[in-house]
């Protein structure tokens, strides 16, 4: 298993219980607890929990839904958002041009575009950029929309960014989301980032939101769009079926992907 992969266990396990011990986890992982230590004083760093004698709690927040940075949620529930982003790239063709936000879900779509067809990225997200370059692909053309620097989530927003959007058509748009609601709306958590989003929704041909099962029980506290706006939904296997069946009857597709 991989750090990243074990610091999301990590992260699910405290999310769900609030707490974790060092003599447990190096069990789970069947590693050293100094490699546990490790992991537990990386994430402290990050923001996510603060560590105890022989473990580790949950920071408490006042909020209903913390917008994390991105260098945390790219860490939470990994495994998942991995899936959907290699399934998400095989409705990438030759030729388009995509836009693909900020999320920490998305940020996994880049490796898995096919390497031996042109593809043109529009993103407001710094951390695409890093990532994309890791990949040395001379068959990704990446368009960086300027704008007001996010530094915690390596994101650019604001006026700018929104005039330099003016100048594209995608034809397609990978979105993620923070939840949705009875109301036939998607709904984010960012009020910085909202307004990219929505634009690029309006001139894109075709949209997708990426959301982990966990996006289908929560609601953030920005409106995002509607449900009519949105043609594709990808989730992983840990979605229940009636949510997507809800998706559906409002004529959205829904993939699951890893199934």
Known sequence: MYTIERKSEIMNFLEKHGKVDVNFLAEKFDISKETIRKDLRELELDGILKRTHGGAVLVETNEANPEYPVAVRKIQRYEEKNQICKFAAQFIQD??????????????LFKYINRNIKVTIITNSAQALLEIAKLTNDNLTVICLGGLFRSGNFSMHGSVTLKNANEYYPNRSFVSCAGMTQNKTFTDNSIYEVDTKRFMIERSKENYVLADYTKFSSTGTVHLCQFSDIQNVITDSK?????????????????????
């Open 239 to 259: 979605t229940d079926r009636i949510k997507l069946d809800y998706l559906e009857g409002n004529a959205i597709h829904t993939y699951v992907a890893g199934s």
């Open 95 to 108: 030729g388009e041009t995509v836009f693909v936000d900020n999320s920490s879900t998305a940020i996994h």
